[in-house]
């Protein structure tokens, strides 16, 4: 699976962006979706992930109610829609996919096989 993100910038506190995770080169029935974050200095840690089939999410406690990940199959897309965006939130968000993965392992970056570069979100207080 090849991935692009983009939609990255330059906001304050309090606005929104919407990311963009544009996948391609394999069927996507058994693949899941994530968003993960990496700010300077800390590790990479877990945003938010999809199951392709089916559609079913999970979400990082500190975006929940704030962050929400979609997709449109039609596009082989998926969004992360960041709401009310926090200066903690000032990281370089990437998407990856995992194939077969067990769902209670969503969160962990190592599963995941494939990777895009990623896009910068900087939040100014």
């Known amino acids: 699976v090849q991935l692009q993100a983009s939609g990255g910038g330059l906001v304050q506190a309090g606005d929104s962006l919407r990311l963009s995770c544009v996948a391609s080169g394999r069927s996507f029935n058994d693949v899941t979706m994530g968003w993960f974050r990496q700010a300077p200095g800390k590790e990479r840690e877990f945003v938010a992930a999809i199951r392709w089939s089916g559609g079913t999410t999970r979400y990082a406690d500190a975006v929940k109610g704030r962050f929400t990940i ?53 939040v100014s207080s």
Do not use: H
Request: overall charge positive; hydrophobic content about 35%.
């Open 70 to 122: 979609s997709k449109d199959s039609a596009k082989s897309t998926v969004y992360l829609q960041m709401n009310n965006l926090k200066f903690e939130d000032t990281a370089i968000y990437s998407c990856a996919a995992a194939s077969r993965l067990i769902w209670s392992n969503f969160g962990v970056p190592s599963l995941y096989t494939s990777w895009g570069p990623g896009t910068q979100v900087t």
